[in-house]
T-cell receptor, first 116, second 111 residues
């Protein structure tokens, strides 16, 4: 029973390029969350999605960042025109459809983005 | 809005000893859950233990237990008989409308 799958594990981009991070939730999970972890810091909420819907994007920067979770395929976190400050570990997590509050999130291993 | 505060950036413990990691939180939610996650150097986020806020009984998972003080909004993690493999960053988290994490406590286990 595969867990949350994120790829790539490491991603290097030059300033101004685009970064696309992928997340496949656990089987049976229809809720996806993206978190960002800057060096030496905790995880900061970015966005919460269900299939084809963005439920809460209050943690997303207003510009350059977008997320989607299509009906088919993985969830994608897209960062356009990356800057050095985007360098961080990006974690995806999923939970079952039955509810949020009592469902511990299952995390992927993260994608470490490095902007040079 | 929710906030989670971990006041100990670093802690250390001798192997086989007991250590307690502190966490306080603030939430306006009436129905919420509390969690401790462990993040080893591999960066994987591993759920250690969770507590339902409506339950007074403290959760326990083998060597891990919590001291949940709802009125004080305190949720500390006790690790008994510490092992070298317990060395990691530990994050306290609260869930309401979203999961909010503290800044973490780096635990070192000395042999």
């Amino acid at each position: 029973n595969a867990g949350v799958m994120q790829n790539p594990r490491h991603l290097v981009r030059r300033r101004g390029q685009e970064a696309r991070l992928r997340c496949s939730p656990m089987k049976g999970h229809s809720h996806v969350y993206w978190y960002r972890q800057l060096p030496e810091e905790g995880l900061k909420f970015m966005v919460y999605l269900q299939k084809e819907n963005i439920i809460d994007e209050s943690g997303m920067p207003k510009e350059r960042f977008s997320a989607e979770f299509p009906k088919e395929g993985p969830s994608i976190l897209r960062i356009q025109q990356v800057v050095r400050g985007d360098s961080a570990a990006y974690f995806c997590a999923s939970s079952p459809a039955r509810g949020r509050n009592n469902s511990p999130l299952h995390f992927g291993n993260g994608t470490r983005l490095t902007v040079t | 809005a929710q906030t989670v505060t971990q006041s100990q950036p670093e802690m250390s413990v001798q192997e086989a000893e007991t250590v307690t990691l502190s966490c306080t939180y603030d939430t306006s939610e009436s129905d919420y859950y509390l969690f401790w996650y462990k993040q080893p150097p591999s960066r994987q986020m591993i759920l250690v233990i969770r507590q339902e806020a409506y339950k007074q009984q403290n959760a326990t998972e083998n060597r891990f237990s919590v001291n949940f003080q709802k009125a004080a909004k305190s949720f500390s993690l006790k690790i008994s008989d510490s092992q070298l493999g317990d060395a990691a960053m530990y994050f306290c988290a609260a869930s309401g409308s979203r999961l909010t994490f503290g800044e973490g406590t780096q635990l070192t286990v000395n042999p």
